[in-house]
Structure formats: structure tokens, C-alpha cells
T-cell receptor, first 112, second 116 residues
Framework: DAKTTQPNSMESNEEEPVHLPCNHSTISGTDYIHWYRQLPSQGPEYVIHGLTSNVNNRMASLAIAEDRKSSTLILHRATLRDAAVYYCILRNSGAGSYQLTFGKGTKLSVIP | ETGVTQTPRHLVMGMTNKKSLKCEQHLGHNAMYWYKQSAKKPLELMFVYSLEERVENNSVPSRFSPECPNSSHLFLHLHTLQPEDSALYLC???????????????FGAGTRLSVL
């Protein structure tokens, strides 16, 4: 599986935007970019995914570089509830590709 | 509430005990997963069931034995575990289609297992 690289940790002030970067220089044309997050004492939770175009949903936005070698998860207004570990994952589009390969992710701290 | 329920939430067992972890999904999905999350390590995929058949077994020791009696239930049977097996065990489900990369996995809250 293609690998992703994320900063170990980031901090944000409450109610400010947060940009969480992810590098995936070996991404293949059939890999989708998925983001999950894991709040303390909970299982991971799906946030957003995309292939080539930028994506928006009620939780976040995903900005994908034109060459697809990097992406950025954008939380428009961080709240205390957004403090979590954020995982950037590449998922191959082949049938029967069940694997979600989690790395160490980025631990986001939100300061009141 | 994710639609995936795991019981128990916490479990303490001795190395000679036999116990089972249970997972139930209320989402109508056709695939279920067991993951292991050890302290300070990334999540590791253990087993995958698709349409109630095991399709992946990622070199997991035989002291872990999965069972998927139907598409809504998944068990992980544990016997003669070691202290290093202490971890958070997470269950997930998804609706797998031919366009696999779009499929989202929904996770339960996990069972925190301590082996003494």
C-alpha cells in the first residue's frame, strides 16, 4: 500500500480554522484519499474522502493537490470536540481491497 | 452512536481463561472487521469477513479465533492469551461494492482487554 506522512501533532485555538496536511508522494491513480479521526476512548470515525477534486461535507473540507501527492483536511472552525487523532489513509479502488492501513496520524489539540 | 455495538467495553482475563468479544452491526452491511490497537501503535487489521466468509487473516496467532455466524454478528474467541495481547480491540463494518475505495468503515467503541 502507498504510504502517507503526517505531522505527529498540531495545536489550534478554538473557533479558528485548522489545516491538517498529509503527504502521499507514491499515490497511484486508483487510490482514494480517506480521512478518519479517533476521539479519546472511541473507535475511528469517518470524516471525508476524495479522488481528485476538492470535497466538502458537514464535518470538513478536503483539498487535494493537482498532482495528488498531498492533501489537506480543513476544519473550518475547530471546537473542543474536534480534539482527536486524525488519520490520512490511501485506499485502493480494486474490488476486494478491504484494507485500511492506519499510520500514527496527527494528534490535534484544541486550546480553549 | 455508529450503528456498531461492541460488548463488553472492558474485559480483564487471566492467561488460562477463555472469553469472547462480541460485535453487532445494525447497518445492513456485508463486511465486518476486527482490528487491534496496542498502546502507541497504529491500528492493525486482524480479520475480514465478507458475506460471512473470512477473506483476510493477517498472520494472527491461533489463540485468536474469529466467528461470523451471520452478516450482523462477529465474535472474537480468545484463549490462552499473553500479557502482550492487552489492547483495544475494535470491530468495524462496511458495505462493500465493486468500487471498494469509496466504501466507508464504521467502527464500534472497542473492547479494552487486559490480560494478567
Amino acid at each position: 500500500d502507498a504510504k502517507t506522512t503526517q505531522p505527529n501533532s498540531m495545536e489550534s485555538n478554538e473557533e479558528e480554522p485548522v489545516h491538517l496536511p498529509c503527504n502521499h508522494s507514491t499515490i497511484s491513480g486508483t487510490d482514494y484519499i480517506h480521512w478518519y479521526r479517533q476521539l479519546p476512548s472511541q473507535g475511528p470515525e469517518y470524516v471525508i474522502h476524495g479522488l481528485t477534486s476538492n470535497v466538502n461535507n458537514r464535518m470538513a473540507s478536503l483539498a487535494i493537490a493537482e498532482d495528488r501527492k498531498s492533501s489537506t483536511l480543513i476544519l473550518h472552525r475547530a471546537t473542543l470536540r474536534d480534539a482527536a487523532v486524525y488519520y490520512c489513509i490511501l485506499r485502493n479502488s480494486g474490488a476486494g481491497s478491504y484494507q485500511l492501513t492506519f499510520g500514527k496520524g496527527t494528534k490535534l489539540s484544541v486550546i480553549p | 452512536e455508529t450503528g456498531v455495538t461492541q460488548t463488553p467495553r472492558h474485559l480483564v482475563m487471566g492467561m488460562t481463561n477463555k472469553k469472547s468479544l462480541k460485535c453487532e452491526q445494525h447497518l445492513g452491511h456485508n463486511a465486518m472487521y476486527w482490528y487491534k490497537q496496542s498502546a502507541k501503535k497504529p491500528l492493525e487489521l486482524m480479520f475480514v469477513y465478507s458475506l460471512e466468509e473470512r477473506v483476510e487473516n493477517n498472520s494472527v496467532p491461533s489463540r485468536f479465533s474469529p466467528e461470523c455466524p451471520n452478516s450482523s454478528h462477529l465474535f472474537l474467541h480468545l484463549h490462552t492469551l499473553q500479557p502482550e495481547d492487552s489492547a483495544l480491540y475494535l470491530c468495524a463494518s462496511s458495505q462493500e461494492t465493486q468500487r471498494g475505495a469509496k466504501n466507508i468503515q464504521y467502527f464500534g467503541a472497542g473492547t479494552r482487554l487486559s490480560v494478567l
